[in-house]
């Protein structure tokens, strides 16, 4: 079980002094660890049923008018949170905003803007591990060198680890003193699951040559062929159920999906239509019938689908 966050000088800041429906988050800071020391408390105090990310200007031209609509005529609540806004785009939207507004503008910049200088600004801070970890982890964490804590809490929220994971990492090292930040990065990454996850990302996300070297790392391992088919097209089927708004449960398998995957998932589904989920299944169902009934090096097979799929 994870320890939870405690209280940050953000939400006493939060409850006594900030007005108003727009803030600027400014600085570095772990995605998970943001949501839940600034977000979570944003939420609970706006009383927010939900949050859009706005990434680009285009995406905001896309919903803007819905959301602008729903924000006059609708009670729900709404945080709409832009990435590294333009701030001239930040800023018309914010003047777009009445006083009694259903939407919260926020927005995260990694360097202090130029303008808005009427918008609150939050600096980012990180807390040390033993706020954003479980406890027993956080305990060994102290004796580690800090650059090779650092790394292993990168793969503890990239990698979505579980607290047995890390348990057993740290049972490879008789003294965690020694433990540097390369000996972290080669037991994840050398992990064939580590390797399979960035894999079906790259390929999703239409990284054609880190597809390939990954595909080439699992070859290499004789990950079977078919399997490599099989969880490419559940990737494809949580896009799908994205698309069409459905649960966030494998509708396959009925298993719940984990929070780090539906980040993923709503992050990638982004880049499909309908139509490119539909060419992608036939091209994998096409791989998955030579596979099991052509001659063809099955190497070759999958070097052709995964450059056609990277190519949607």
């Known amino acids: 079980m994870q320890a939870r966050v405690k209280a940050t000088a953000f939400e006493k800041w939060l409850q006594e002094k900030f007005k108003g429906n727009a803030l ?14 600034y977000l979570e408390p944003l939420m609970k105090h706006f009383g927010v049923s939900r949050i ?23 009670n729900q609540r709404t945080i709409v949170l832009f990435q590294e806004p333009e701030e001239d785009t930040f800023f ?5 905003l009445t006083h009694d507004s259903a939407l919260i503008l926020i927005g995260v910049l990694k360097n202090k803007p130029k303008r808005l200088h009427d918008v609150p600004q939050v600096v ?3 807390l040390s591990p033993a706020n ?28 979505d680890l579980k607290e047995e994971d890390v348990i ?23 992990e064939e699951k580590s390797i399979l996850f960035h894999f079906l990302d790259a390929t999703i996300e239409g990284k054609t040559e880190k597809a390939l070297t990954y595909l080439d790392l699992l070859l290499k391992r004789g990950f079977p062929h078919t399997l490599l ?6 990737k494809l089927r949580l896009i799908l159920q994205c698309l069409e708004e459905q649960q966030p449960v494998d ?54 689908m995964v450059i056609k799929l990277t190519g949607l």
Not at 52 to 73: G, M, R
Not at 229 to 234: A, E, I
Request: charged share 30%; net charge positive.
């Open 24 to 37: 600027l988050f400014v600085g570095k800071v772990n995605q998970e660890f943001f949501r839940k020391a």
């Open 52 to 74: 859009i990310k706005i990434e680009t200007p285009q995406e905001w031209e896309e919903q803007s008018k819905d959301l602008l609509q729903a924000s006059l005529f609708g």
């Open 92 to 96: 018309k939207v914010k003047k777009l």
């Open 124 to 126: 980012l801070r990180n």
């Open 132 to 159: 954003t970890l479980p406890r027993s982890i956080a305990q060994s964490l102290s004796r580690m060198p800090s650059a090779s804590v650092k790394k292993l809490i990168h793969y503890w929220h990239e990698m």
């Open 168 to 190: 057993q990492f740290l049972g490879c090292f008789p003294n965690l003193q020694n433990i540097k930040p390369e000996d972290v990065e080669a037991y994840f990454e050398s």
């Open 229 to 234: 088919v099989s969880n490419l097209t559940r």
């Open 251 to 304: 509708l396959w398998t009925e298993r719940k999906v984990s929070n780090y995957e539906l980040r993923k998932i709503a992050q990638q589904c982004k880049k499909f239509s309908l139509q490119k989920i539909k060419t992608a299944f036939r091209i994998l169902r096409e791989s998955d019938r030579i596979l099991k009934t052509s001659s063809v090096p099955p190497e070759d097979t999958l070097l052709d």
